[in-house]
């Protein structure tokens, strides 16, 4: 089992940055790739970015390639995801996940955290 919490969402101007990290706690945090996805109001759930156990492989969404970077520190139990240039389609709960493989599709997560509302403003 491994426990997720993410923070550092919050309302932000168009062409801003935020910061989301989730912090892990349980079994041991190097041993899941980690995901990032986001759900707004009235749509699915979508891939927003994925970093292997050791961090070597990292994929991204088309929607925020060259503006979003995922990261994480094994040693602190972290992962995250530095949002650059903000849109107001950015606008959803972000929520980060924990599972074998770094994928795009969220069925293949086991476990997640509650989400971090982001709001972004034009």
């Known amino acids: 089992q491994v426990q997720l919490v993410e923070s550092g969402g919050g309302l932000v101007q168009a062409g801003g940055s935020l910061t989301l990290s989730c912090a892990a706690s349980?079994?041991?945090?190097?041993?899941?790739?980690m995901g990032w996805f986001r759900q707004a109001p009235g749509k699915k759930r979508e891939f927003v970015a994925a970093?292997?156990?050791?961090?070597?492989?990292?994929h991204y969404a088309d929607s925020v390639k060259g503006r979003f970077t995922i990261s994480r520190d094994n040693a602190e139990n972290t992962v995250y995801l530095q949002m650059n240039n903000l849109k107001p389609e950015d606008t959803a709960v972000y929520y980060c996940?924990?599972?074998?493989?770094?994928?795009?599709?969220?069925?293949?997560?086991?476990?997640w955290g509650q989400g971090t509302q982001v709001t972004v403003s034009s």
């Open positions: 996940a924990a599972g074998s493989w770094a994928t795009v599709a969220p069925t293949m997560y086991n476990y």
């Open positions: 970093i292997t156990r050791s961090g070597d492989i990292i």
């Open positions: 349980g079994r041991s945090f190097s041993s899941y790739a």
